[in-house]
């Protein structure tokens, strides 16, 4: 027959159950044997999924029990007088949690514990978030500055810009004085026959002076009138 290895803590379990069973259905001078103890918890063994519509717990609470790490239990085991709260390791606790609370109320407080688990978390991101609101602000505050200076630079390239263009004439506006003079002083300059210097300009006193193209013209009537 195939043995099995249990604790102390087991054997003082089923030694328990052993007596119960036998004040429910021995009398006087019967005997439950621990084989009877383990084929009478495997036959009123009920599924967690039977378990779910029986006990009202779903599974998820039985996954939150099976899941449930050592400072979970320990922090359960510290409300239990029949628990050990060290000494032991966690498959142990649980079990005991099990035997002492039944698989409900453990459950319930082991989603106890990870509620205020995640309320702890939320107070400590909570106290840390005005730092990092100050830190974002003086950040911003500091980018701010840097913008307001960046749109006030431009402002001066642009007023030198319009300084610095005011005293150029279009080129199509100084031809067109140019041609103004030649057409208003005509009578001031004449064709020769000359070739090397065709034109003559008269000036003020009366005197002529020879050009060779129509800009020495341009250039002493602008000179003289």
């Known amino acids: 027959m195939p ?46 999924d039977q378990l779910e519509g029986e006990q009202g717990l779903s599974r998820p609470d039985y996954e939150r029990i099976a899941s449930a790490e050592y400072p979970e239990l320990q922090r359960i085991a510290s409300e239990v007088s029949e628990v050990p709260g060290s000494g032991i390791d966690a498959d142990e606790m649980r079990g005991k949690l099990l035997s002492a609370l039944g698989t409900s109320e453990l459950a319930t407080r082991l989603a106890d514990v990870e509620s205020e688990t995640k309320a702890d978390e939320g107070d400590k991101e909570g106290a840390t978030g005005p730092d990092n609101s100050a830190d974002a602000a003086g950040d ?6 840097t913008d307001t200076s960046g749109q006030a630079g431009p402002a001066p390239d642009t007023v030198e810009t319009g300084d610095a263009a005011e005293p150029n004439n279009a080129p199509g506006d100084t031809l ?33 002076v020879s050009a060779r193209t129509k800009d020495d013209v341009r250039k002493l009537l602008f000179q003289n009138y």
């Open 140 to 145: 911003g505050h500091d980018s701010t500055q």
């Open 3 to 48: 043995e099995i290895e249990i604790t102390d803590t087991q054997q003082a379990d089923l030694t328990a159950i052993q007596e119960d069973l036998e004040d429910a259905f021995i009398e006087t001078y019967g005997h439950i044997r621990t084989q009877d103890v383990v084929d009478y918890l495997l036959d009123t063994y009920t599924p967690p």
């Open 176 to 208: 067109s004085v140019a041609n103004r003079l030649l057409t208003e002083h005509d009578e001031k300059w004449t064709r020769s026959n000359e070739t090397d210097e065709p034109y003559e300009v008269t000036l003020p006193d009366g005197s002529t």
